[in-house]
């Protein structure tokens, strides 16, 4: 049978079986009401407060700081539009290189009559302390910047952030560390910020579940009304068996990741240095900055990014473009072409993402297969020659 492998665990990971087994558990045996008095609700309520233990400590956090979502979508929402709504006709900095679900929050409230300042990173996807310095105003309300980028894995300098922020009264700050959590230590006081999202299918739990990090003292105006979940700041009954998911799966990262970030380098770096070996005229993006440990982006030069996915997959590998596709058209990705690249180039480069099904065998396999695939695209493409091609 033909090996699959799957590479793409920034996209989602498997749920960890430790993880189904403490859900199905919930969903045989402890379906109640987290919300209701009898027994049956007290023990959900049990264990969503041992949840909330997990993934506090996970962030070094206080438990009553931690606020459950849907994941890191609603997480940024969250932090972003909960902390704007109480204070209209302020200022918002972000970077160019966020996730969608942050940008698109952003783009919302700038249509609502925010005035937004996008800080620009340098060609390592880096934004500079000293920019956002500049472009703190005595009205900004709120800065939000990733911890690590999910298409290159490029780690931002948080804490130097953190301390411009500081040095700004009234000003908040929000961390998008969904690609962060279980790949790095993660310690909110350390990283100074007042908020921080977290995505649970990005760690091992189920889609569907994630945190809100919300510093003691920091006021939210929430998304949802209705009941008083959450302490006012989530309303909604309680996605037991998901947050009891979460839960675990953040015990079991700080149990694991001292030795699960040095094991996901040397599989990534082993990935990385056989592929630049293997294949010429390739590029890996933002090396030259601190990187998650399980992520490496390369660009093929001449390559048709997608067309390499689709001829990788039918050789069993799930990888994937930082592309989106957007009316039918394939864009190149904004981080990318924040970093300075053509969109061309943008449009040639791979993502790979390890995690805790990886081993060695399927990077070696990979380096296998994957030259012949890109001699094929490059030939096909016409593209190789110094003057030519279509790309
Ligand atoms: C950096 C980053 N932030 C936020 C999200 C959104 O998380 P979710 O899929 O849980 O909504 C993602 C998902 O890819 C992400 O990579």
């Given amino acids: 049978m033909m090996l699959r492998a799957y590479m793409d665990h920034n996209a989602s990971t498997p749920v960890r079986p430790e993880v189904l087994t403490a859900m199905l558990e919930v969903y045989q045996d402890g379906f109640g009401n987290a919300s209701s008095i009898h027994r049956a ?12 233990v997990y993934v506090a400590s996970l962030l070094n956090a206080s438990p009553n700081e931690i606020v459950f979502t849907s994941g890191g979508t609603e997480s940024n929402n969250l932090a972003i539009a909960g902390t704007l709504a109480p204070h209209p006709g302020g200022h918002v900095i972000t970077s160019t290189v966020e996730h969608s679900s942050v940008l698109h929050t952003i783009r ?9 300042t996008y800080l620009n990173v340098s060609t390592e996807g880096v934004v500079d302390p000293e920019e956002l310095r500049r472009a703190l105003r005595p009205e900004t309300r709120l800065v939000t910047i990733m911890v690590a980028n999910n298409e290159t894995g490029v ?21 998008d560390a ?4 279980a790949k790095i230590p993660l310690d909110v006081q350390q990283l100074g910020c007042d908020l921080l999202s977290i995505s649970g299918h990005k760690i091992g739990a189920p889609q569907g579940s994630g945190a809100l990090y919300v510093r003691r003292g920091v006021r939210l105006q929430p998304l949802l009304y209705g009941g008083h979940h959450e302490r006012d700041r989530r309303a909604g009954t309680e996605n037991v068996a998901g947050i009891v998911g979460l839960g675990e799966a953040a015990r079991l990262a700080q149990l694991e990741l001292p030795a699960e970030g040095p094991h996901l380098a040397a ?5 990385e ?15 030259g900055a601190p990187r ?3 992520t490496t982006n390369i660009r093929f030069h001449g390559v048709e990014g997608e067309a390499l996915v689709i ?18 058209a394939i864009e190149p990705s904004h981080v990318l072409t924040a970093m300075g690249m053509s969109f061309s180039d943008a449009r040639s480069c791979l993502r790979f993402s390890l995690g805790k099904s990886s081993s060695e065998a399927e990077v070696d396999a990979l380096l296998q297969v994957a030259p012949e695939a890109v001699t094929r695209l490059r030939a096909l493409a016409g593209a190789f020659a110094p003057q030519g091609g279509r790309l």
């Fill in 273 to 287: 240095q056989g592929m630049l070996a293997a294949v010429p005229e390739t590029r890996v993006s933002g090396a």
């Fill in 178 to 181: 969904v690609q962060a959590a």
């Fill in 267 to 271: 599989l990534r770096d082993r990935l």
């Fill in 41 to 52: 609700g007290q023990g959900a309520r049990g264990r969503v407060e041992q949840a909330r």
């Fill in 108 to 116: 919302e409230m700038e249509s609502r009559g925010w005035p937004v």
């Fill in 292 to 294: 998650v440990p399980n």
């Fill in 155 to 175: 780690l931002q300098r948080i804490p130097e952030l953190a301390a411009v922020v500081k040095s700004a009264p009234g000003v908040r700050f929000h961390v």
């Fill in 311 to 328: 001829a990788l997959d039918l050789q069993g590998f799930c990888v994937s473009t930082g592309a989106a596709c957007s009316s039918g």
